[in-house]
């Protein structure tokens, strides 16, 4: 049913439909409505989940970890510091392939403290064996979500996938969702069966130490299951498109990249912004494009190599940065084109909307204007000189 | 596609004025993008709460920086800063009136309503809770864009599981700031 409804609140609603046992969080915002909301729906029995307050985003890891060890359905969300905080936890996740899932609001880092988005937060944990799926809209969000159990919990993956969603512009944004009934969500995830699980019955260790003769392999192993996701994420979005009659694209989505000679890649919120200016500049005669990734990690290289093989020119748009180095979707983008053996287009990086500033129509097509002159692989754009003028 | 900006302060109910213009949008079948923009983390801040609508699904997710529309709550914002900034030249401004505040004057077709949200407010419950509802009420009739039909089952929707009392109240109020603004039309 279509509902005018908050991106959190969003997020609550397909939550509670997929029908977690265990919930744990702790408040941080722009995350904050998320739990509120889930927390009410456990008091108010609409949820059958048991609701543990923590003091701390470490111990809210570690409670759905253990639940999920424990075979049961469990759900966190956390932002920017949250995530830092929970880290050595969300690697231990994966490494004890337990198939949680987990809403990261994206937000800035510390210092200067700032709540605004951006996402560096989730490149913090980008290297942890998570699967990580980015949403554009508050549908897509509801519909990641939606797929993130399915995938999380087939049998082939058992790993956590994590669905990132803009703080502020898609937490705090209210717009048009289509909700799916629960009926519908029952149909399409069907109640958590594992034997992978503590068992007094059938005991198994999880976590344990695995020394040098076959720490290698097990590593190698999740690392190989990654990559299996490359066929499993489109598969289960081919499973949603079917069961929901509405399009979802699984790793990769491309806008007008017919004929585009000129294309942006981007992750987020801000592909919508951007699907707006092709459209102004198309009217112009510019044939330019959008590669909207939606599936970061594993990052579909050959998909996105494909996408790119006719293409000039590329501008990736990075909502953080490696400091030092580049900004990371650029990093990610140039050694999948390097290795694919395809021609190689001329690919720029720019940095954009660090700390909730704004990303307008303008900036982007700042980005675009950049084409077509030098190569640049860490731009920093929309800088205000008159704040740098003491930095030599 | 129209663009809406309203200026107010940190808890002063600009988000749930937002979420009602875009529920009472949605109603008419629009696809409605409301979102705030927090300038500092703390109450009594000034902050923008935005509302975007289209009739397809509203892509672009910057601020909003040419309002056709623009909904003042608190009109001590405008005492050194210029909310009219980027303001569309044949746009409509609502501003809540404030005793001892001048509302500067817009500029060539732009049009003002100043509106008594916080006295009417007051006439109606005894205290200024009622202000934003009763711009609300204004903004339709000074727009055209929403009726009072639309916006009546807004508040309904919101309101509704704070008691019959409560709707009713916020029914009024939006009733006589449509009133005001139609009277002083004439």
């Known amino acids: 049913m279509k509902q005018f409804i908050e991106g959190s609140h969003a997020v609550a609603e397909i939550i509670k439909r997929c029908k977690p046992g265990v919930v744990s969080a702790y408040p941080i915002t722009p995350q904050t409505h998320i739990v509120e909301d889930l927390a009410q729906m456990v008091a108010s029995k609409e949820l059958n989940a048991q609701c543990v307050n923590v003091e701390s985003e470490h111990s809210a890891a570690s409670v759905v970890l253990g639940a ?35 809403t990261c609001a994206n937000r800035a880092i510390s210092a200067p403290i700032n709540i605004w988005n951006d996402q560096q937060d989730v490149m913090a944990v980008r290297d942890s064996g998570w699967i990580q799926l980015f949403a554009e809209t508050n549908q897509d969000v509801v519909d990641l979500h939606l797929q993130a159990y399915k995938i999380a919990e087939d049998p082939r993956m058992m ?72 066929g499993v994420v489109p598969e289960v979005a081919e ?25 942006f890649v981007a992750m987020g919120s801000v592909c919508g912004s951007i699907r707006d200016v092709v459209d102004e500049l198309r009217v112009k005669g510019e044939k330019v494009g959008l590669l909207k990734v939606i599936c970061y990690r594993p ?24 400091l030092g180095a580049y900004g990371p979707l650029y990093t990610d983008l140039t050694s999948a084109l390097s290795s694919s053996g395809c021609k190689i287009p001329k690919v720029s990086g720019f940095i954009l ?13 700042d980005v675009y204007d950049r084409l077509g002159g030098k190569q640049v692989d860490c731009e920093f754009m929309g800088l205000k000189q008159e704040l740098l003028k003491d930095c030599k | 596609m129209k663009e809406i900006r309203i200026h107010a302060r940190a808890g002063q109910g600009a988000i749930t004025t937002a979420s009602l213009l875009g529920y009472a949008y949605f109603l008419k079948g629009q696809y409605p993008y409301a979102f705030p923009h927090f300038g500092a983390a703390r109450m009594g801040a000034p902050m923008n709460a935005f509302v975007r609508i289209d ?22 914002l405008m005492r050194g800063f210029d909310c009219y900034v980027g303001f569309n030249d044949d746009g409509i401004a609502i501003v809540n009136e404030r005793e001892g505040i001048e509302i500067p004057k817009p500029k060539g077709h ?70 005001f603004v139609k009277n002083s039309k004439n």
């Open chain 1, 353 to 365: 909307g660090l700390g909730g500033r704004d990303i307008t129509k303008k900036s982007i097509v």
């Open chain 1, 299 to 322: 990052f579909p290289k050959d998909a996105i190599a494909l996408a790119l093989s006719s293409v000039r020119e590329v501008a990736v748009v990075d909502k953080s940065i490696s």
């Open chain 2, 110 to 179: 732009q049009k003002l309503y100043i509106v008594p949200g916080n006295k009417i407010s007051t006439e109606i419950i005894g205290k200024n809770l009622l202000g934003n509802t009763v711009l609300l009420g204004a903004y339709a009739a000074a727009t055209g864009q929403l009726s009072l039909e639309d916006l009546n089952t807004a508040i309904r929707h919101r309101f509704e599981e704070k008691g019959e009392k409560i709707v009713n109240l916020n029914i009024e109020a939006l009733k006589k700031g449509y009133e």
């Open chain 2, 55 to 76: 009739e397809k699904p509203v892509r672009l997710r910057s601020q909003v920086y040419n309002p056709d529309y623009l909904l003042i709550v608190d009109a001590t």
């Open chain 1, 159 to 230: 790993v956590p996938v994590m669905v990132n969603m803009d703080g502020f512009i898609l937490t705090h944004g209210m717009e048009v969702v289509d909700m799916p009934s629960q009926e519908e969500v029952d149909k399409f995830l069907p109640p958590y069966q594992t034997d992978y699980k503590l068992d007094v019955d059938n005991p198994k260790t999880m976590g344990y130490l695995a020394d040098p003769d076959y720490y290698l392999e097990i590593r190698y192993i999740l690392e190989k299951t990654l990559r299996e996701a490359l």
């Open chain 1, 239 to 263: 499973q949603f498109k079917k069961a929901f009659k509405r399009e979802t694209f699984g790793l990769i989505e491309g806008y007008k990249l017919e004929g585009a000679e000129k294309v």
């Open chain 1, 68 to 102: 999920e060890a424990a075979g049961v359905r469990s759900y966190t969300a956390t932002s920017s510091q949250g995530l830092l905080l929970m880290a050595e936890v969300i690697f231990n996740i994966a490494g004890m392939r337990l198939p949680l899932v987990l």
